[in-house]
């Protein structure tokens, strides 16, 4: 644990602590929230998706959007990472390919608060299962 040195280490350790605590109270109801799921096998992670997943992480909390982002193993794009795949409540989930901080915002802004579909979707043609 790092030692606290000023009121600014402080207020930042606060925002952490806080933003985990929030994070946990949101994990009581994922159902009736966005979940953006980043693909963060190896292909991924080398292709950026770490710094999209924590680009999304901050710019979701910045414009104060309730989602949940969490990593998730290889989605079998890996010609298309880093992948992320963006289910909202009642919809079908769509799948994204290449994206960067870039494409990220242009889906925040466009999926995400417009209901507007953005080019760079990775069509799915198999069914489970279940289905």
């Known amino acids: ?31 009736n929230l966005i979940h953006i799921k980043v693909s963060m096998a190896t292909c991924g992670i080398a292709s950026g998706a770490k710094e ?3 680009y999304l992480i901050e710019e979701l909390d910045h414009q104060g959007i309730d989602a949940i982002v969490t990593q998730t193993g290889c989605m079998g794009y890996c010609y298309a990472e880093p992948t992320i795949e963006v289910s909202i409540p009642g919809k079908e989930p769509v799948i994204y390919g290449h994206v960067n901080k870039d494409k990220a915002l242009e889906i925040i802004e466009k999926h995400l608060k417009l209901n507007e579909l953005v080019d760079g979707i990775i069509p799915t043609n198999y069914k489970t299962i279940e289905d």
């Not at 280490?9 to 159902?31: A, M």
Request: aromatic share 0%; glycine share 2%.
């Open 1 to 31: 644990m790092t030692k606290i040195k000023s009121l600014a280490d402080l207020r930042k350790l606060k925002d952490e602590v806080q933003s985990k605590i929030k994070l946990r109270e949101k994990g009581d109801n994922p159902e």
């Open 52 to 54: 999209t997943m924590n």
